[in-house]
């Protein structure tokens, strides 16, 4: 995906995946989770979501335009993931982790250059997050799993210009996804 101006050239590619997606919901679909396990990666998963919701509120405050349109846009996309995944705790009988009142910024965010880089960062930790699921005994979740990283892998290359080799995972460097987290150059 290439972008100019912070945009994406293909708007479509930025919702593949994503929870609200007929596709993704017809396939894939998890079935309950069934173990402490499972149960427990779903919970890691859903206080990611909870932070990318929370900072987006951050992002979204310092674009306007296509960026805050794209900014609000990816808002809803981690509400509906926060939904499906606290449906999914609940059905199983667990009790969903709550939001915090405030999350620690990884960095401070002033600009737009760094409410840009803010979210490439949180989708590159939403993609750690749902990397624990493609490890899941289940295959509905592992596919989900899958399909949330690669969605989420999606979003952080709009938003930092780069691709990561292997989305969730530290890079060699051992960067990680911090390597999103420093704000450079306005996209």
């Known amino acids: 995906m290439t972008r100019?101006?912070?945009t994406p050239s293909n708007p479509v590619a930025r919702s593949?995946?994503?929870?609200?997606?007929?596709?993704?919901?017809s396939e894939g679909t998890p079935s309950?989770?069934?173990?402490e396990h499972d149960q427990s990666v779903l919970q890691s998963a859903l206080a990611?979501?909870?932070?990318?919701?929370?900072?987006?509120?951050?992002v979204g405050a310092y674009l306007t335009g296509r960026l805050e349109q794209a900014a609000q846009q990816d808002w809803a996309t981690h509400q509906v993931?926060?939904?499906a995944l606290v449906s999914r705790?609940?059905?199983a009988g667990a009790q969903p982790v709550a939001a915090q009142d405030a999350y620690q910024l990884p960095f401070a965010?002033?600009?737009r250059a760094a409410a840009v880089a803010l979210a490439a960062f949180l989708e590159g930790r939403v993609a750690e997050a749902y990397l624990g699921l493609v490890a899941l005994d289940d295959p509905g979740l592992r596919a989900w799993g899958a399909?949330?990283?690669r969605a989420s892998a999606l979003r952080a290359t709009f938003w930092s210009g780069r691709t990561a080799a292997f989305p969730g995972l530290p890079d060699p460097a051992g960067t990680g996804t911090a390597a999103f987290a420093r704000p450079s150059a306005a996209p």
Request: aromatic share 4%; proline share 8%; charged share 20%.
């Open 4 to 6: 100019s101006k912070g």
């Open 16 to 25: 593949e995946g994503t929870p609200s997606d007929p596709a993704a919901r």
């Open 32 to 35: 309950d989770p069934a173990t």
């Open 48 to 58: 990611a979501e909870h932070a990318a919701i929370y900072g987006y509120g951050v």
């Open 81 to 83: 993931a926060m939904d």
């Open 89 to 91: 705790l609940t059905s």
């Open 109 to 111: 965010v002033r600009s």
């Open 147 to 149: 399909q949330q990283v």
